[in-house]
């Protein structure tokens, strides 16, 4: 897979998100990126202060990231149609922890 078709997943995957939650979201950027070098198997990774836990000191803080690791999604995958569903269920997972929506309870909600 391209490094462009798979961007224009995580795009996709992005325009999943309800436009009620999607106007929420302030002060993120998505990346994509290959792997990340401590946890090479990791799928994607939020990084910043949930929303739920931001107060008026947050003002002025720098974007918060949310990255997709792209190579560690296409090891798990066989086909396309398993990187579409891969790609889909990390995105959702790492906005989920934007919202401050616990690691436990999104493997409850079936978005491990």
Do not use: K
């Not at 995957?13 to 990791?42: C, K, Y």
């Amino acid at each position: 897979m391209t490094d462009a078709r798979f961007e224009e997943l995580v795009s996709e995957a992005l325009d999943l998100i309800p436009s009620q939650l999607a106007e929420a979201i302030d002060n993120v950027v998505v990346l994509v990126e290959p792997r990340n070098d401590e946890e090479p198997t990791l799928l994607g990774l939020y990084q910043g202060i949930a929303l739920t836990e931001r107060d008026s000191h947050y003002g002025g803080s720098l974007p918060d990231t949310i990255t997709i690791y792209r190579d560690a999604i296409l090891d798990v995958c066989h086909t396309e149609e398993e990187v579409v569903h891969e790609v889909m269920v990390t995105v959702i997972h790492e906005v989920a922890h934007y919202f401050g929506i616990e690691e436990d309870r999104l493997h409850e909600l079936g978005w491990g």
